[in-house]
């Protein structure tokens, strides 16, 4: 027996399309719900998660920077404040490197109008004044070992020291401020996204229950078409010349075509 006498193709009719199209209306719905939670879980991870790493990470080498200028106030000699100051412009540069690679991700704005564009900014400007700062202690201090007299390498140093601490330390305050001002709309962004992605299962759950609901008491109470009956085929009588060739159907004909007798 051929596969095609095994398997009938028929046309379906309205209620069956009709039931195929909402399940795969809600499979569509489904599968663009999940993308879209999907997308907000990488970005989540790429450019909150990542990225909060990053700016605890220019926090701490801002404060490494920092350091290294204090450093070089307490070095003893002329080598060992070059060997100190070496360093200042990888770090630097890192620094520079860290904000640009988040300012260039995708910046948005929380629902309480937070904006990470504006605090990012923020975080530029107070860098660019606070490694302006340091320049010019970085100068006092070089001043300081190439002078002439000791007179002038004690001026240099006090104006060297001053400033370090109170327009250099002002200036690092305010980076570390516009930092966490950075990371608290970061977290506000992030809960947000993620306060949409619970809303988005919670609402498809509830759209494919009640679809899949829907769809069965449609398939319970759809009427079908009903089949038509087949028509009765009535026997047909046999042939003159079939009779003849056979005695036995010659003979059952001759006794229905005769009255019966009573016992």
Request: proline share 5%; no cysteine; glycine share 6%.
């Amino acid at each position: 027996m051929g596969i095609g006498s095994r398997f009938r193709f028929t046309w379906p009719g309205t209620p069956q399309l009709t039931i195929s199209i909402l399940i795969a209306g809600l499979g569509w719905i489904s599968g663009q719900a999940l993308s879209h939670i999907d997308q907000d879980l990488r970005i989540n991870h790429a450019e909150y998660t990542l990225g909060a790493v990053d700016l605890a990470h220019i926090s701490a080498d801002a404060m490494r920077y920092r350091s290294t200028i204090i450093r070089s106030l307490e070095a003893e000699s002329k080598k060992d404040f070059e060997r100190i100051t070496d360093s200042l412009p990888a770090q630097r540069a890192r620094i520079q490197h860290a904000v640009d690679r988040y300012a260039a991700a995708s910046l948005r704005v929380s629902r309480s109008g937070r904006s990470e564009e504006k605090d990012i900014q923020s975080v530029k400007e107070s860098l660019d004044q606070y490694f302006h700062a340091a320049s010019k202690t970085i100068q006092l201090l070089t001043q300081e070992w190439n002078a002439s007299s000791p007179a002038e390498t004690a001026e240099l140093r006090r104006k060297a020291e001053i400033h370090a601490a109170d327009n250099g330390g002002a200036k690092i305050i305010q980076v570390s401020l516009a930092l966490d001002r950075l990371l608290e709309t970061v977290a506000e962004v992030a809960g947000d996204m993620r306060d949409d992605g619970t809303k988005t299962i919670r609402t498809t759950s509830a759209t494919l229950v009640g679809g899949s609901f829907f769809i069965a008491l449609l398939n319970l109470f759809i009427t079908r078409p009903a089949r038509r009956p087949k028509p009765e085929v009535e026997p047909v009588p046999p042939t003159s010349r079939e009779t003849e060739q056979n005695p036995a159907q010659r003979l059952r004909l001759t006794n229905d075509k005769s009255p019966g007798i009573a016992g």
